[in-house]
């Protein structure tokens, strides 16, 4: 039924059956635009607030896979959902009229990968026939919590992270058809002494190179062994530390590393500064572009390894650092 060898565990019975992305205006016109399952223009999405258009984004991306799956909220066993506000309130108040066994979870922006391994986790164990594992960000809502309110008018240094305005969604079930989560590597807090708001890569790199290590080593594996291995938003600066990390033990991953945060925008032509963040963003990219390579067989084997920066405004002003998370999740085309 599954077994655990260290802080790896290994499922024998666990598929994504169906998954969605919905996404702002912004991240449609990057590199990926038009592989999403809904495009939000207004990132209001008619709401009031920012907050309350997140929420829309969460129960968009549910309703697109409760659509796909043919399945109503009631047939669905729990749903893990989380976000980067206080309280989680994009995921309950956006979720809240399915009326769905609810799990909040918190992740930072490694909340998806986190939300796959306990989605895995429970149908693998037999506790329930599906779960869905879902998150979502907002630009606007994050800066208004983490920096500045957006009329602040802040000027944004090159290590900053353009916090994605988008939602992905996954159901897990225990069918015969890829994607096949075959293992999880549940992550530990790392603190690299990083104190910077805007700089979250340097914050999360040596949390990833962690877990990806401890991965390697409980599955007998080399990082060549899979056809890529994607960070959730490392960005530019996160992602050449962990690629430095890995070559101090003499190991390369940048032949088939790819960062969710270097993807989902073109920095060519998009000021996002060093790359794109927050939950959506790896989770909109596996949703929107990854999850169906996989199912086509066209990736046989990924790992994915989601990292998120566990900042509190209250801690960092106190003086406190920014500690960082990383789950990993091992996904098959077999």
């Known amino acids: 039924m599954g077994y655990c060898t260290g802080k790896t565990f290994r499922y024998d019975r666990a598929s994504i059956q169906c998954y969605a ?13 038009g592989e999403f399952d809904e495009v939000i223009d207004d990132n209001r999405g008619g709401a009031d607030t920012w907050e309350q258009a997140e929420a829309q984004f969460q129960k968009k991306a549910v309703g697109h896979v409760l659509r796909k799956s043919g399945l109503s909220p009631e047939n669905i066993g729990v749903m893990f959902a989380g976000d980067l506000l206080n309280q989680c309130v994009s995921s309950s108040y956006g979720l809240k009229d399915y009326y769905i066994p609810f799990l909040g979870i918190y992740g930072a922006c490694s909340t998806f990968a986190e939300g796959l391994l306990l989605s895995g986790a429970m149908v693998n ?15 606007s809502s994050a800066e208004r919590q983490f920096r500045f309110p957006l009329n602040y008018g802040g000027v944004r240094p090159p290590t900053a992270q353009w916090t994605a305005t988008a939602s992905g969604a996954a159901l897990v079930a225990s069918t015969g058809k890829p994607p096949f989560i075959r293992a999880a590597t549940v992550g530990k807090i790392e603190d690299m002494g990083v104190t910077d708001v805007n700089n979250m890569g340097a914050a ?44 101090r033990d003499g190991v390369d991953i940048e ?19 060093a790359g794109g963040s927050g939950c959506g963003c790896s989770a909109s990219m596996m949703c929107g572009h990854f999850l169906k390579r996989i199912e086509s067989g066209e990736l046989d084997r990924v790992l994915f390894c989601a990292t998120g920066a566990l900042m509190s405004t209250t801690m960092v002003q106190q ?10 999740v091992e996904l098959t085309s077999y």
Request: glycine fraction near 12%.
């Open 204 to 247: 999360m790199a040596g949390a990833a190179y962690d877990t990806l290590s401890r991965h390697f080593t409980h599955m007998g594996s080399h990082p060549q062994d899979y056809d890529l291995i994607i960070t959730g938003d490392l960005g530019l600066v996160g992602s050449e530390l962990l690629h430095d990390l890995f070559k």
């Open 255 to 273: 032949k088939n590393h790819k960062d969710c945060g270097l993807m989902l925008f073109d920095r060519a032509t998009q000021d996002v500064h």
């Open 125 to 139: 164990a037999g506790y329930v026939d599906n779960a869905i594992a879902v998150t979502s960000s907002h630009f």
């Open 21 to 33: 992305a919905v996404v702002g205006k912004a991240e449609n016109e990057g590199p990926y635009g």
């Open 319 to 328: 003086g406190g650092s920014i500690p960082g998370i990383a789950h990993a």
